[in-house]
């Protein structure tokens, strides 16, 4: 049991470096090596985990979403928070800074594929079921909204982070949302919505979700 | 002054060939080499012009915005025409893919820079007119709308780019305008916008601006 947990936490350290890595030289230029240094672990404890740097990187973007957020009274606040928690550990949490590197490179993604698609599925649930209670606007299609709102997201994080070095992500998101959302949300939902730009921090803070571990 | 004019076509030969290149291969992948060999120029007739790979991405990104769109009667109708010229050029002019693919590429743009100020300054040039002409929205902000909309846009495109090979750019362009243009424009102003799909096809090839010089 203890001997589960221990490798338990060795695979999560792992993939905390390899975030790390991976988040500052992107998938080409980092190595396994570089991987390893900065975990601290022995190569047989890395390699029993993941054979390959290609199985690193799929590893970090399979614990993208890992943290369930809280349900919220207001479903589609739940699509807002799925975003600005998002913006916020982007500050400071490697392993979301790798996902959104790793997925758009357009060369690296051949090999470990994406963060995205598990995002939009995601939100299309999280959409679809406010549809269903009537939260939305009668035009909108849940997956078209799902992917717009994640693409757009992808577009202003990445504008943040190589044009602002990521200072100001979660305000770009907040006006983000705050433009989109009339357009999806009924106006009475609207008025209820917490789009803030401290919303993604002060979710997590109260969710007991941060720090994040090191 | 045929010499002048060869050494200009020369120079858009060499630009467009580097675009091809810098598209397909990326910045870090793409040598000069490759270019030389797309081109069909003489080594010296292409260092005539661009000393460095470098230079040829500077070059690349410089030419981005060069064909001037037709003015509009609604002014914010040309923020919409930017916008889905840019996805309707994206599908099969190289120089647009490049200035998007160079654009995005954390490491490459410390050589060359980036698109995205222009494209910024561009679109806030256009909605501080909307704005003077009572077009918008009150609370619109020209420069806040202009790096949503450059973001989200370029979100759009690479989400479409790496998700779809490009084929939707156009209609999640549109997709995303119609969902963002509610809470920039005027209602007034809104009913006689044109973002359609197709916008940036039919607004080329009325201006005479297609096909792209190969």
Redesign the interface.
Known sequence: MAQQERAIRTRRAVLEAAATVFAEQ?Y??ATVADILKTAGVTKGALYFHFDSKEALAKGVLEVQADRPLPEQEVKLQEMVDVAMSVAHRLVNDPVLRAGA?L??D??G?RHYG?A??LWVDMLTEIVTEAHRRGETLSHVVPR?IA??V???????Q??????TDLNEVEY?AS??L???L???ASPAVLMRLDVAPDRGARLLADAGLVPAPA
Chains 1, 2 share one sequence.
Do not use: C, D, Y
């Open positions: 992107g080409t230029a590197r997925s758009s357009p060369i993604r994406s995205w698609p078209e992917e717009m994640v693409s757009a997201f992808n577009g202003v990445l504008f943040a982070q190589l044009e770009r006006v983000l705050k433009h989109l009339p357009s999806i």
